[in-house]
């Protein structure tokens, strides 16, 4: 079983920074693909980063250049970095992994999901 356990609510002024990160345990060497989704209420849920296990990433448009995906594989963590923050990126984050290898940003093609980040980006 794999088990997502992303890091606290966080909040930031337009323009800021804030990295967001998520600890995978359990079976973790079932996980090839990782990937950052966020959702605001009454839309459906985006893929924002996704990041696959040769350490290629993709982004939705809209932060491109501002967000970057990583690993450390070493602690089992997938980290969001986000620069240059406007109130439009407030959601609620959630990290997700999944054990096919294919890059994706489709969250029907991931298996496990964490519990989620709030992310509050004020003016």
């Known amino acids: 079983q794999v088990q997502l356990w992303s890091s606290g609510e966080a909040s930031a002024q337009a323009g800021g920074s804030l990295r967001l990160s998520c600890e995978v345990t359990?079976?973790?060497?079932?996980?090839?693909?990782w990937a950052w989704f966020r959702q605001v209420p009454g839309k459906e849920r985006e893929g924002v980063a996704g990041?696959?296990?040769?350490?290629?990433?993709t982004y939705e448009e809209s932060v491109k250049g501002r967000f970057t995906v990583s690993q450390d594989k070493m602690k089992n963590t997938v980290y969001l970095q986000m620069n240059s923050l406007n109130p439009e990126d407030t959601a609620m984050y959630y990290c997700?992994?999944?054990?096919?290898?294919?890059?994706?940003?489709?969250?029907?093609?991931?298996?496990?999901w964490g519990q989620g980040t709030q992310v509050t980006v004020s003016s």
């Open positions: 997700a992994a999944k054990n096919s290898a294919t890059l994706s940003l489709m969250s029907y093609t991931y298996n496990f």
């Open positions: 990041l696959d296990y040769a350490g290629r990433a």
């Open positions: 359990g079976r973790t060497t079932e996980t090839y693909g």
